[in-house]
């Protein structure tokens, strides 16, 4: 940030902690429908988890294909036999469209925040999956399907 010099230097508030929330998340890129659930570690368990979570939003006359990058614990994790997992090439995260949701949400919710506790962030950050969690086009639209 630049600041003129003859002013004094701004004082950026921020908590001293590192903690941060886990959250693994699906976009269905049709309707723009977010589907979120927490996790206390990424791993092979709690994907499995999410997938089964995931089952039941899916549309049962079509194949539903889940799009993910090749984190270890996606390819250890075991998957329902009415979902199939693509798995993007190495370093690709931009063709992921559940990257865009997150980048979008940063910067709605949490970009330029002071967060006192971690409790006030998830509530931030809650309130606009909330909001996400119907169809809607803003999701839609940003995941590029019309």
Known sequence: MWVPPEEKDPVLLHAPTRKSIA???AVQIRSGKLVTMTAS???????????????????????????????????????????HLDYLPPY????????????????????????????????????QLAIWANPNDSLRRLCCIT
């Open 41 to 83: 570690p990424f791993n092979a368990d709690s994907f499995a988890a999410f997938l089964q979570h995931l089952a039941r939003y899916r549309n049962r006359r079509r194949r539903t294909v889940i799009i993910t990058d090749n984190a270890g614990y996606h390819h250890s994790a075991t998957c329902p036999q009415c979902l």
């Open 23 to 25: 959250l693994f998340g």
């Open 92 to 127: 690709s995260p931009e063709l992921n469209p559940i990257e865009r949701v997150w980048k979008l949400l940063r910067r709605l919710r949490v970009h330029n925040q002071y967060f006192e506790t971690l409790d006030h962030l998830v509530a931030e950050v809650s309130e």
